[in-house]
């Protein structure tokens, strides 16, 4: 049974690995772009930021998903079912992102700011080379929980009729009357989200010294 199951189980991994990697991919650089401009942006485009983030935080994915594939054809934008996925994750993901970053600059002690601007450093490169990697060690904790919850998070394009990781689990359980494919998706995605945790272990410790 095993060599019947794993084939399909692999397509649906490769789905969930794409889908992953593209939102992770764009998601964590938009989540500082918006973060600054919530920030530092004019009042206006701020409190356009501010309801987006709202909307992204305070529905859910799922629902998301869905107004992007049955929700945008209704205003003349047809997207395929992969490409509204992404487009849903990627909207969602930055919100979070964004505020993830947004609490690391604000943690920021203000007299760094200052003393950038009295050393004619420059603001953009002060931010880039001294605060962005304070910042990146305050929220890496953050965004690393983040980053795992999106692997989890993927198998919500089911609803869409995508065949990622658990829904191909979900067809072979129906199809062998069997438990084995759960048990092969629930320990799929423990390595996937164990190799992940070691990897953002080693990025904090080489952050650390």
Same mark, same amino acid.
């Given at each position: &049974?095993?060599? @019947?199951?794993?084939?399909?189980?692999?397509?649906?991994?490769?789905? +969930?690995?794409?889908?992953?990697?593209?939102?992770?991919?764009? +998601?964590?650089?938009?989540? #500082?772009?918006?973060?600054?401009?919530?920030? %530092?942006?004019?009042?206006?485009?701020?409190?356009? @930021?501010?309801?987006y983030i709202y909307f992204m935080r305070g529905t859910p994915?799922?629902? /998301?998903?869905?107004?992007?594939?049955?929700?945008?054809? *209704?205003?003349?934008?047809?997207?395929?079912?992969?490409?509204?996925? !992404?487009?849903?994750?990627?909207?969602?993901? =930055?919100? %979070?992102?964004?505020?993830? %970053?947004?609490?690391?600059? !604000?943690? #920021?002690?203000?007299?760094?700011?200052?003393?950038?601007?009295?050393?004619?450093?420059?603001?953009?490169?002060?931010?880039?080379?001294?605060? *962005?990697? /304070?910042?990146?060690?305050?929220?890496?904790?953050?965004?690393?929980?983040?980053?795992?919850?999106?692997?989890?998070? +993927?198998?919500?394009? %089911?609803?869409?009729?995508?065949?990622?990781?658990?829904?191909?689990?979900?067809?072979?359980?129906? =199809?062998?009357?069997?438990?084995?494919?759960?048990?092969?998706?629930?320990?799929?995605? @423990? #390595? #996937? =989200?164990?190799?992940? =945790?070691?990897? @953002?272990?080693?990025?904090?410790?080489? &952050?650390?010294?």
């Amino acid at each position: &049974m095993l060599q @019947l199951i794993l084939p399909s189980l692999m397509d649906g991994l490769k789905m +969930t690995l794409l889908l992953f990697s593209l939102t992770a991919v764009l +998601t964590i650089p938009l989540g #500082i772009l918006v973060a600054i401009s919530r920030i %530092y942006a004019p009042k206006v485009l701020s409190r356009l @930021l501010q309801m987006y983030i709202y909307f992204m935080r305070g529905t859910p994915l799922l629902l /998301q998903l869905m107004v992007a594939f049955f929700g945008l054809p *209704l205003v003349g934008v047809t997207l395929d079912r992969f490409s509204a996925a !992404l487009l849903a994750f990627i909207l969602n993901y =930055t919100a %979070y992102f964004a505020e993830i %970053y947004r609490g690391g600059i !604000l943690a #920021i002690p203000k007299g760094q700011f200052e003393a950038i601007q009295v050393l004619g450093i420059g603001k953009i490169r002060g931010f880039l080379r001294i605060i *962005l990697p /304070q910042v990146g060690r305050i929220v890496l904790p953050s965004v690393g929980n983040e980053v795992i919850s999106l692997v989890k998070d +993927t198998s919500l394009v %089911y609803v869409l009729g995508l065949g990622e990781l658990l829904r191909a689990g979900q067809i072979a359980v129906n =199809t062998y009357a069997s438990l084995l494919p759960f048990v092969l998706v629930g320990a799929i995605y @423990l #390595i #996937i =989200t164990g190799v992940i =945790t070691l990897g @953002l272990n080693r990025i904090e410790k080489s &952050m650390i010294k």
